[in-house]
């Protein structure tokens, strides 16, 4: 009988050593964890349990077995309760916030059974039936009213953890917690299975019961969960996960490699003495050294062998247990020699303990130490050596003062660590962070600053984080937020003013009520959502001097505690924040500037490119087309000269507007710049519904628009391009849009004008002559032709009109209408001018020195030529290359050049009048000719344009107005010829009128200078 119930006794004791490790162990991974704190309530109501079983177990009186009875039912009454709390904490971590009546009544049941099975004097006693088997103390259940009780209890409580658990795997997203879940769930059944069958079933209904041993099966489920735990972190802080405060894996085994050699030579010192008498007293015998020796010898080479074990969380607990052997080993087999002395072993081993960073080794070697010696004082009479009871008090004494000092020693040591390591763990993830950040831009900000929110929470063992915006005063709004539970909450709300001070002030503000933060009438979430929040801590983001949001975090299961490196972390954290919004911002206007109008904030010429290329990639596979719009206000220069540049700007942005608004939103008005709009409208499908699109654009301008109560009539020009009857990529389509506008404004403005075949012929005609031109002259194609121009009333040769003309090798003659306006847009004007006035002096030099009549003869200046300040010296230089005389030398100026230009153009004539030569207003009467500025031009004739002569016979007006041409320049002074002279009634309307010389077919056609000679020399036979 003693036997068995030693057995078991020491099984039970067994049990209770496993619960009470699992529990320190539990404990010391989050000691701030609400988990962590019911779990180590179950380790020790479980520990309770296997210690009252283990004393009943072989207790010597039925007295004694009851009384440990009574204890052990301290555990195994309320753990169910505990058990079940602690699942519920797995999905309601708000559980132990409900209301106090509801906490109460889930107690209840574990109270009463503690109650009856425990604490009553009378209930107590009466619940158990023990009688004493071979096995040790046995209680044969009565099955009362108040062990149904506790069954249905127990079962209840014990489902509703399964099913706390299951809702715990449903619920997460994470694959490991399935697994986990999985586990336990299996373990306990197996436990709860095992348990009831033999400790309430078998015991019964069998005539020899066994002994009840729950306290062991529910090491099943403590297995399993001390798996879980090292398998996939159940239970453990960030803190315990990530971080080893003071030994690394590799420090751990060079320590327990030291920690054998020492056990090794420890048994070789202590084995020596054998073969030395005279160190060896006579009163220890050799066999006791040997035994010890082996014992120390044995356990140093189990340490070594298993050092260097691949699980290291094995391998912790082998040599963990291994060291605790060894106290109770050398001090029981040396206790009759040497146990004076041989009892300060243990605070070697609590000297090693004090470099772990959790106090557990410390503990167990404490623990160890001192149940050995209360162990020792029950045996003392055996002991060969003299000491007595107050002995045993003072090496109590002094091992618990000795954990009491190793306990400070530790907590200061890591603190000082844990301080470091929080330190570098900061500036770890303020690096990684920095650097992250370098690579910030608009399209990764929120992904940049989601990653920031959760290493931070993750660093800072926080359950929240969050960037607020500031705006509209206090208004916040969440931009970006993490939370551990995978909630997301977006809190409109309108902040506190204090707060806001305090951000301003401080830097930082920190509540643990976090209605502190908000202005109570607008907040928009869930009241119970503030009231989870223990603690929050926030740090300002400033733009420019501005605080425009902050980042927070919050602590939801417990209080946060805030170091000043976690503050200063969040310092630089909110300093890297608002950098990258500042940097973001920049970029921001810098992009919108990059593709967007800064005054109307339409897109700018290169983002409608982009889309309309997009749109038209979509229409060549869906078989639509794509209407482009040029528009261009008619006259806005005006109103900027009159109104002001503000007042215009104003207008702009109203037609910009009103443009937008009578458009769909897949279509795209942009701004080209100045008074210029194109518009691109998408998906259109039928060609012709581009005619409603540019009704409702021109509709815009039927109305006037107001701007300082000021009205302003505007018109437009717009030409419309279509894809893909006018282009097939969006340069040609732009392009032939700006094409038909310009049409619109030549046909008289104020309309719209779709791209034709002809506009777009004409535009590869006219780029082809001005690419022509510019090798024309090198290549010989320009040449020039002379018109005579003779005396009305006698028909003498006065002077020759020379003409420049161009025959191109493929289009034949270009008319000077069509290439001297291009020639003067690309600047070629200047050279050809030169070698205009070059080839006519020294051909009328030629003519001169050849004998033939001494006549002028005129070049046509451009306007160009004109205003080159270098004009009057090209002349001279001309005059003085060909050596011919100034007088024989004329210059033509068209009459809108010399109007318009004539505060300049007096200067320059006065000038080129200087030289010798002539002037000749040409075209006279086209223009809106100003008589006080035409009297104080220094010219010496004025030429009738041709559409007044051509027009004499049919035309009284035409009639009027060349008469009056003649009698305006005989009143100046000044010669005055017409061209364009083709018949006889001209001619004789003309002399009639004393108009001074003409030119024109009716005389002579332009001729080459060969013919010139010809008819000079034909001339001069008939006079002679």
Wanted: glycine fraction near 6%.
């Amino acid at each position: 009988m003693a036997s068995g119930s030693l057995i078991f006794s020491m099984l039970f004791l067994l049990a209770f050593g496993a619960y009470l490790f699992m529990g320190i162990f539990i404990r010391q991974l989050d000691v701030k964890g609400n988990l962590n704190r019911w779990f180590f309530t179950v380790c020790m109501a479980l520990s309770f349990w296997s210690l009252g079983f283990a004393m009943a177990n072989s207790a010597p009186n039925l007295e004694t077995a009851l009384f440990w009875r009574r204890f052990s039912a301290l555990g195994w009454t309320i753990v169910f309760t505990v058990l079940f709390r602690l699942f519920l904490l797995l999905i309601r971590d708000d559980f132990g916030q409900k209301k106090w009546y509801y906490r109460v009544l889930f107690h209840v049941p574990a109270a009463i059974c503690l109650y009856v099975f425990s604490i009553s004097d009378t209930l107590a006693p009466a619940q158990y039936n023990l009688v004493l088997r071979d096995t040790g103390w046995v209680n044969v259940a009565l099955n009362s009213g108040w062990d149904w009780f506790f069954y249905v209890y127990y079962v209840t409580y014990f489902l509703g953890s399964i099913g706390a658990l299951v809702v715990w795997r449903k619920r997460s997203p994470d694959p490991s917690v399935h697994i986990q879940s999985r586990l336990i769930v299996r373990s306990l059944l197996i436990a709860f299975v095992l348990g009831t069958a033999f400790d309430v079933i078998l015991s019964a209904f069998l005539s020899t019961p066994l002994p009840q041993i729950a306290p062991l099966l529910t090491l099943i489920p403590m297995g399993t969960t001390y798996y879980v735990i090292r398998r996939y972190r159940f239970l453990m802080s960030e803190a315990a996960k990530n971080v080893d405060l003071i030994l690394d894996g590799g420090t751990r085994g060079r320590l327990y490699y030291y920690l054998g050699l020492a056990f090794l030579a420890v048994g070789i010192v202590n084995f020596l003495p054998i073969f030395l008498p005279g160190l060896c007293p006579a009163d220890v015998p050799a066999s006791y050294r040997a035994q010890v020796s082996v014992i120390l010898f044995g356990l140093g080479l189990l340490i070594l062998a298993v050092k260097d074990l691949k699980r290291e969380d094995l391998r912790d607990v082998i040599i963990l247990i291994i060291t605790l052997v060894s106290i109770p080993a050398t001090t029981f087999r040396y206790v009759d020699y040497a146990g004076v002395t041989l009892w300060a072993l243990p605070m070697l081993l609590l000297i090693v303990a004090l470099v772990f960073d959790n106090k557990l080794p410390l503990v167990l070697v404490t623990v160890t130490a001192v149940g050995t010696q209360l162990i020792l004082w029950n045996v003392t009479e055996r002991a060969a050596v003299l000491h007595n009871h107050s002995d045993f008090v003072v090496r109590i004494g002094l091992l618990l003062v000795a954990y009491w000092l190793g306990s400070i020693v530790n907590k200061i040591y890591v603190d000082r660590l844990r301080d470091n390591i929080e330190k570098a763990t900061m500036q770890e993830m303020i690096s990684d962070t920095s650097f992250a950040f370098m690579a910030i831009d608009q399209d990764n900000l929120h992904e940049k600053i989601d990653h920031l929110l959760q290493r931070a929470a993750r660093t800072f063992e926080v359950d929240c984080a969050v960037l607020c915006k500031i705006h509209d005063g206090n208004a916040i709004s969440v931009a970006n937020q993490w939370c551990r539970d995978g909630s997301s909450h977006r809190l409109q709300a309108e902040l506190h003013p204090a707060v806001v001070d305090a951000l301003k002030g401080s830097g930082f503000f920190h509540t643990k009520n976090a209605a502190e933060l908000f202005t109570a009438a607008t907040v928009s979430i869930q009241n119970e959502d503030i009231q989870r929040v223990q603690s929050f801590v926030s740090i300002p983001i400033e733009e420019d001097g501005d605080i425009t949001g902050f980042l927070g975090f919050a602590s939801l299961e417990k209080t946060k505690e805030w170091s000043s490196a976690s503050l200063e972390a969040l310092r630089v954290l909110g300093n890297l924040v608002s950098d990258a919004m500042i940097r973001v911002r920049a970029e921001q206007e810098i992009q919108f500037l990059a593709y967007y109008d800064e005054l109307t904030g339409l897109p700018n010429r290169t983002l409608f490119s982009d889309r309309l290329n997009q749109a038209l990639h979509v229409a060549r596979r869906s078989e639509v087309f794509v209407g482009v719009m040029f528009v261009n206000l008619d006259s806005f220069k005006m109103v900027n000269d009159t109104m002001g540049h503000e007042h215009g700007d104003q207008i702009l942005l109203e037609v910009a507007q009103a443009m937008e608004q009578r458009l769909r939103k897949m279509d795209t008005v942009a701004r080209f710049g100045g008074d210029e709009f194109m518009i691109m409208v998408n998906n259109i499908a039928r060609s012709d519904d581009i005619h409603a699109v540019a009704e409702k654009v021109m509709d815009v301008f039927d109305e006037p628009f107001v701007v300082e109560g000021q009205e302003f009539f505007m018109t437009a020009s717009a030409g419309v391009a279509l894809f893909p009857v006018d282009g097939d990529d969006a340069e040609t389509l732009i392009k032939n849009a700006d094409l038909a506008m310009r049409r619109a404004k030549v046909d008289g403005k104020n309309q719209y004008v779709l791209c034709t075949a002809d506009m777009k012929e004409e535009v590869k005609r006219n780029m082809k002559i001005a690419n022509s031109l510019f090798r024309a002259q090198a290549r010989g194609e320009l040449f020039l032709q002379y018109q005579p121009q003779v005396r009305i009333d006698t028909g003498e040769l006065i002077g020759l009109e020379a003409l420049l003309r161009w025959n191109h090798p493929e289009l034949g003659m270009i008319p000077p209408s069509v290439f001297i306006p291009m020639a003067e847009k690309n600047g070629l004007i200047n050279s050809i001018g030169e070698w205009v006035l070059h080839t006519a002096a020294k051909q009328n030099k030629m003519w001169h020195d050849s004998g033939f009549p001494r006549v002028p003869v005129s070049v046509n200046l451009s306007v160009v030529q004109l205003l080159d300040p270098r004009i009057v010296e090209k002349v001279r230089n001309v005059l003085d290359k060909t050596g011919l005389s100034p007088e024989y030398l004329g210059l033509e100026i068209t009459e809108n050049v010399a109007i318009k230009e004539v505060t300049h153009i007096i200067d320059t004539f006065n000038r080129l009048r200087g030289l010798g030569l002539f002037i000749t207003i040409d075209d006279f009467g086209t223009e809106y000719s100003s008589l006080s500025r035409l009297k104080a031009l220094p010219i010496d004739g004025i030429k009738i344009d041709l559409h007044f002569i051509q027009s004499l016979e049919k035309s009284k007006k035409d009639q009027a107005i060349t008469e009056v041409i003649i009698n305006l320049a005989k009143s100046l002074g000044v010669g005055v010829l017409a061209e364009g002279v083709e018949t006889a009634a001209q001619a004789e309307f003309l002399n009639l009128r004393q108009c001074d010389a003409a030119q024109g077919y009716y005389y002579f056609k332009p001729m080459p200078a060969e013919d010139i000679e010809a008819m000079m020399r034909a001339r001069m036979q008939e006079l002679s």
